[in-house]
T-cell receptor
Framework: DTEVTQTPKHLVMGMTNKKSLKCEQH?????MYWYKQKAKKPPELMFVYSYEKLSINESVPSRFSPECPNSSLLNLHLHALQPEDSALYLCASSQVAGTGGPGELFFGEGSRLTVL | GEDVEQSLFLSVREGDSSVINCTYTDSSSTYLYWYKQEPGAGLQLLTY?????DMKQDQRLTVLLNKKDKHLSLRIADTQTGDSAIYFCALRDGGFKTIFGAGTRLFVKA
């Protein structure tokens, strides 16, 4: 199984709503990532979890709250978002660097978020 | 910090070869990658090259690496309309960060 599954595929929310994006992988990867991608731009790193612990937070506003309940699951909790947060949110996983192999990222199909 | 640059657009005719170029500033990356993104989808790894290699061929794909000039290229032979996508050159920083280029949008004309 080389898939990263993200739900929902599309999400529309108001600025006062609370919602969550979910991501799941069963490749045994111990590094999981959230990226944000605006139209016609490369993905921007938001968070990295390594062995279920938050390793990197790229100065993301607190209205985005990540959670890694176990080695297969990654969530992104959303609260009080702004219209400029509308984007494609991509989850990815990889082997932890230094454990051998090319360390490529495996991406999900993304969750397209629209904030009204 | 690390910088990865790519041209933004490339247009080719179906059946021709496509060459997408990338330059980078940091030569410490062990692996260099090419990712493909089709409309409305996530990124998928197309191929990668180990930094001590000059060339890697994988079916229609050829990757060339010139470490002296810090130049990476992706050649797609016999380009098809299904190859129309955005292609990202990327490096890994040795840790968890993957640095992406801006992406080259490939248009294939029938």
């Amino acid at each position: 199984d080389t898939e990263v599954t993200q739900t929902p595929k599309h999400l529309v929310m108001g600025m006062t709503n609370k919602k969550s994006l979910k991501c799941e992988q069963h490749m045994g990867h111990r590094a999981m990532y959230w990226y944000k991608q605006k139209a016609k731009k490369p993905p921007e790193l938001m968070f990295v979890y390594s062995y279920e612990k938050l390793s990197i937070n790229e100065s993301v506003p607190s209205r985005f709250s990540p959670e890694c309940p176990n080695s297969s699951l990654l969530n992104l909790h959303l609260h009080a978002l702004q219209p400029e947060d509308s984007a494609l949110y991509l989850c990815a996983s990889s082997q932890v660097a230094g454990t051998g192999g090319p360390g490529e990222l495996f991406f999900g199909e993304g969750s397209r978020l629209t904030v009204l | 910090g690390e910088d990865v640059e790519q041209s933004l657009f490339l247009s080719v005719r179906e059946g021709d070869s496509s060459v997408i170029n990338c330059t980078y500033t940091d030569s410490s990356s062990t692996y260099l990658y090419w990712y493909k993104q089709e409309p409305g989808a996530g990124l998928q790894l197309l191929t990668y090259i180990f930094s001590n290699m000059d060339m890697k061929q994988d079916q229609r794909l050829t990757v060339l690496l010139n470490k002296k000039d810090k130049h990476l290229s992706l050649r797609i032979a016999d380009t098809q309309t299904g190859d129309s996508a955005i292609y990202f050159c990327a490096l890994r920083d040795g840790g968890f960060k993957t640095i992406f280029g801006a992406g080259t949008r490939l248009f294939v004309k029938a």
